[in-house]
């Protein structure tokens, strides 16, 4: 009776997005950007890369434009720009997982994929919540059977100082002829720490240590933890729930942080070097990593925020959710640099390019403006001390990036953009703000729009700002702005998938 109950909950839940997905509401749809068919999506799972091909599986609640039981949506793409819509991978329906299948990763072994994810059981009240790890393995990479022996991490192998109802996202990687996991934990004293496990088949798995926890300096739950090795460091990246804003930094009610250390693998103690917040815009959180065959790290976030408003869910779109384009990452004097994926530029198309242009109070450039469009630009603050970008712009609205060379600041304010996009803060912001360094007096942005989303690599990747905005369809002009006299270098090009 069991296997035909799990039949039908993967049955019905691929059968409703083929008969649905007609009822998504285009107006805020992307070009260029991973979005659900319809439904709600979450944080990326299992970014990896099988076969010569690369897959991304998402948080997904294919019935709904709101967060609810929680499935594997699956896509996979040779470049990382074209992507093939796939089935959903695996759906809730086991006792272990029967309240969701939680967010975890995937890895080869023997030629087969291995998802580990986490099984979310809630029958009612706190005391009752179960978050357990599982296995579902793949043959072809497509089609996925849970483990007959579910699950492979349960209560009994959590360490005594471990809340068992926050125990999830498994981030799973070899080293060695090991197999480890990263798993995020919140501690009895209510703050976050990240437990490790070991196993020689990803079958049997073994408590190894916790090797970081806050002691309640930093936020209280660690979610989607990532472990992985950039030049001959350790880099520890998660997702910090409930931290409060230090400066400029974790202005997100939810956030996430790079770290830069050492893991001790004999005393399972991660050294910490340094942290920092990863994105310093409104809408990043969950991301994962792979490393491809080119020996690149590459990695991908959702790009929303809990705890605000979904316009495209409020309005009855059917659907909600997208991630952030591609990045490569590079440790510079350990800074975590990001850089857009080379494979993007394929998407370029009808090039507009100004040099040495004289930028003085209000100038908008012929050619310059768009809602799917790419700009590379450098300016020389000669003489200014404030210059700004308004994107977007029509029917009172604008999306603003505005750089003060005093305060060597670079501001991104949403405030105009369309859409009321508060929520659960504390306080409901509506501009950002972070650190910016000129180099020989210029700036460098790299900015990539597309209908929803804005996107900000600044001075070669060294930060980077992503936010969602929500204008009209019509509101796509670009317009430029300095205090007094400024020099613009710019490239601007439309981005068109096949």
Same mark, same amino acid.
């Given at each position: 009776?069991?296997?035909?109950?799990?039949?039908?909950?993967?049955?019905?839940?691929?059968?409703?997005?083929?008969? %649905?997905?007609?009822?998504?509401?285009?107006?805020?749809?992307?070009?260029?950007?991973?979005?659900?068919?319809?439904?709600?999506?979450?944080?990326?799972?299992?970014?990896?890369?099988?076969?010569?091909?690369?897959?991304?599986?998402?948080?997904?609640?294919? $019935?709904?434009?709101?967060?609810?039981?929680?499935?594997?949506?699956?896509?996979?793409?040779?470049?990382?720009?074209?992507?093939?819509?796939?089935?959903?991978?695996?759906?809730?329906?086991? =006792?272990?997982?029967?309240?969701?299948?939680?967010?975890?990763?995937?890895?080869?072994?023997?030629? +087969?994929?291995?998802?580990?994810?986490?099984?979310?059981?809630?029958?009612?009240?706190?005391?009752?919540?179960?978050?357990?790890?599982?296995?579902?393995?793949?043959?072809?990479?497509?089609?996925?059977?849970?483990? =007959?022996?579910?699950?492979?991490?349960?209560?009994?192998?959590?360490?005594?100082?471990?809340?068992?109802?926050?125990?999830?996202? @498994? +981030?799973?990687?070899?080293?060695?002829?090991?197999?480890?996991?990263?798993?995020?934990?919140?501690?009895?004293?209510? /703050?976050?720490?990240?437990?490790? $496990?070991?196993?020689?088949?990803?079958?049997?798995?073994? *408590?190894?240590?916790?090797?970081?926890?806050?002691?309640?300096?930093?936020?209280?739950?660690?979610?989607? @933890?990532?472990?992985? #090795?950039?030049?001959?460091?350790?880099?520890?990246?998660?997702?910090?729930?409930?931290?409060?804003?230090?400066?400029?930094?974790?202005?997100?009610?939810?956030?996430?942080?790079?770290?830069?250390?050492?893991?001790?693998?004999?005393? %399972?103690?991660?050294?910490?070097?340094?942290?920092?917040?990863?994105? *310093?815009?409104?809408?990043?959180?969950?991301?994962?990593?792979?490393?491809?065959?080119?020996?690149?790290?590459?990695?991908?976030?959702?790009?929303?925020?809990?705890?605000?408003?979904?316009?495209?869910?409020?309005?009855?779109?059917?659907?909600?959710?997208?991630?952030?384009?591609?990045?490569?990452?590079?440790?510079?004097?350990?800074?975590? $640099?990001?850089?857009?994926?080379?494979?993007?530029?394929?998407?370029?198309?009808?090039?507009?390019?100004?040099?040495?242009?004289?930028?003085?109070?209000?100038?908008?450039? =012929?050619?310059?403006?768009?809602?799917?469009?790419?700009?590379?630009? #450098?300016?020389?603050?000669?003489?200014?001390?404030?210059?700004?970008?308004?994107?977007?712009?029509?029917?009172?609205?604008?999306?603003?990036?505005?750089? %003060? +060379?005093?305060?060597?600041?670079?501001?991104?304010?949403?405030?105009?953009?369309?859409?009321?996009?508060?929520?659960?803060?504390?306080?409901?912001?509506?501009?950002?703000?972070?650190?910016?360094?000129?180099?020989?007096? +210029?700036?460098?942005?790299?900015?990539?729009?597309?209908?929803?989303?804005?996107?900000?690599?600044?001075?070669?990747?060294?930060?980077?700002?992503? /936010?969602?905005?929500?204008?009209?369809?019509?509101?796509?002009?670009?317009?430029?702005?300095?205090?007094?006299?400024?020099?613009?270098?710019?490239?601007?090009?439309?981005?068109?998938?096949?």
């Amino acid at each position: 009776m069991s296997v035909i109950v799990k039949e039908d909950k993967l049955k019905q839940a691929n059968s409703y997005v083929k008969n %649905n997905r007609e009822k998504v509401d285009n107006t805020y749809r992307q070009k260029y950007h991973i979005m659900p068919p319809i439904g709600w999506m979450n944080d990326p799972n299992g970014f990896s890369y099988y076969n010569g091909e690369y897959h991304l599986f998402y948080q997904y609640n294919p $019935y709904s434009s709101q967060w609810g039981p929680m499935h594997w949506k699956h896509i996979k793409s040779k470049d990382l720009v074209n992507w093939k819509d796939l089935d959903i991978a695996i759906a809730p329906d086991e =006792e272990y997982d029967v309240s969701g299948c939680f967010s975890g990763s995937a890895i080869e072994k023997d030629g +087969k994929m291995y998802l580990m994810y986490t099984g979310h059981q809630d029958p009612g009240g706190f005391e009752n919540l179960r978050q357990v790890q599982c296995i579902a393995v793949s043959e072809d990479g497509i089609n996925f059977t849970k483990y =007959e022996n579910n699950p492979v991490i349960d209560s009994t192998k959590l360490p005594k100082e471990a809340i068992i109802q926050d125990f999830r996202d @498994p +981030k799973v990687y070899k080293k060695g002829d090991k197999y480890y996991s990263v798993i995020g934990s919140r501690n009895l004293d209510d /703050s976050g720490q990240i437990l490790l $496990y070991s196993s020689d088949d990803l079958l049997n798995w073994n *408590y190894e240590g916790n090797i970081l926890q806050s002691n309640n300096e930093f936020a209280k739950m660690w979610e989607c @933890p990532d472990l992985f #090795e950039l030049d001959n460091k350790d880099i520890l990246i998660m997702s910090p729930q409930f931290l409060e804003p230090r400066g400029n930094k974790y202005w997100n009610l939810h956030s996430s942080s790079y770290m830069i250390g050492n893991l001790d693998y004999k005393n %399972n103690k991660y050294n910490l070097e340094k942290v920092e917040e990863i994105d *310093y815009g409104f809408d990043f959180y969950a991301p994962q990593t792979l490393i491809d065959n080119k020996g690149r790290r590459i990695m991908i976030a959702w790009m929303q925020m809990w705890d605000r408003k979904f316009p495209t869910n409020e309005l009855g779109h059917n659907w909600a959710g997208c991630m952030t384009i591609p990045r490569e990452l590079k440790l510079v004097d350990d800074k975590l $640099y990001q850089l857009p994926v080379e494979e993007l530029k394929v998407l370029r198309k009808n090039e507009v390019s100004y040099k040495d242009i004289n930028i003085k109070d209000n100038k908008s450039l =012929e050619g310059i403006k768009g809602q799917c469009i790419e700009l590379e630009l #450098e300016v020389d603050m000669k003489n200014s001390n404030e210059f700004e970008i308004l994107l977007m712009k029509g029917n009172n609205q604008e999306t603003s990036i505005k750089y %003060n +060379k005093i305060d060597e600041l670079l501001v991104f304010d949403r405030s105009k953009n369309g859409k009321a996009l508060g929520g659960g803060e504390k306080e409901v912001r509506t501009y950002r703000q972070t650190e910016a360094n000129l180099i020989d007096n +210029k700036l460098k942005l790299n900015i990539f729009i597309d209908r929803m989303s804005v996107e900000i690599f600044i001075n070669d990747g060294i930060k980077t700002m992503s /936010s969602t905005v929500y204008p009209d369809k019509d509101s796509d002009n670009i317009e430029f702005y300095c205090d007094k006299e400024a020099i613009l270098d710019i490239k601007k090009w439309d981005m068109e998938v096949k």
